[in-house]
C-alpha cells in the first residue's frame, strides 16, 4: 500500500467501527489496497473479501485473511447477512445503476452490520495553479474522458442510501488536497512526478476520440504541449504552484432488516 493514500480519511476507522468487524467486503476493491487497510485497522481474526470485475487492477494477493474474487457488483456470490461491514470506494459513480449494487450490498450484510460508501464530487473541485488554464484544461480532459460516470455522485449518495432502506443514515465530508511543485503543505498529498500533459492525451486517445473531430484532438494537443513547456519552465525556476482539492462523502448506513 502507498504511504499515503489521500482517500483514507481521518476518522474512517471509527467510523466504520472496524475495530469490532470480522467480517469485511470491500466491492469494486481496484488493486486492494483499501481492502488492506480495512484489514489491518479490524480485529486481529477478521476476514475481508474484495471483488473487483476486473483483476486487471489487482496489486495486492489473497492470503488466509484477505480474499479476491472476480465479481460484479450487481452480483455478489456472497451468503446474505455475512458481513459486519460492506463497503465500497470509487464504485458506485461509475455504475449505470448504482441501486442495484447497493441492494447486493445490503443482502450481503448482516442485521445491524453497516453499508458504507466513499464517493467523490468531482464537480465540485477547486483548484489554483500558477500555469493559467492548467486547471481548466484538466477539468475539460475530465468531462471528456468519463463518460458513463456520474461525476457529481458523492452528494447523491445519502438519498441514495435512504432509497435503499438502510438506517441511521450518517455522512461526514473529507477533502483531500494534491498540491504540485512545492513542498510548503506537508499534510497535502503531493504530486509523485511532474504530469506531462502531452502524455495524458495519448493516454486517454481511445476515449477521447469518439467525442472529438481530429481537428479539435489537435487543438487539445497544442494546448497540452503549451501547457506542458510553461509547467516545465516554471518548474525549473521554482515559481510553479498548484494545488487542488475536491469533496469527497462518507456515508454509512445501519441494516435492520
Ligand atoms: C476507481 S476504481 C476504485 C478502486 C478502489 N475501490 C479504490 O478506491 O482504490 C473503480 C473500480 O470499480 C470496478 N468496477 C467497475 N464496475 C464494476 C462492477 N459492475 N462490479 C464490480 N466492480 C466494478 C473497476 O474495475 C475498478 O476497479
Redesign the pocket.
Known sequence: MSDFDQ?IPPGLADFLDLESARRIV??????G??TTYLLSQASPTAIAIG????T??RRVRSSEDLWLIR????KLPIHSEWADLVI????LM??PEPTL?LGEMKRVAKRGGLVAA?EPDFLAERGYSTVPGELAFLRKLLLLTSEGNDLGFGPKCVELFKHSGLVEIEAYVHSPVTIGGSDRFPTAHRERKPRRFEGLIAEWRTELEPHLELSELQALENEACELDRVRVRQLQTGEYASASSFPLWIVRGRKLD
Open positions: 482517500l470491500d466491492v469494486g476493491c481496484g488493486t489496497d483499501f471483488l473487483d470485475i476486473s486487471e487492477l465479481a460484479a457488483a450487481e465500497c470506494r470509487r464504485l461509475n455504475l449494487a466513499l
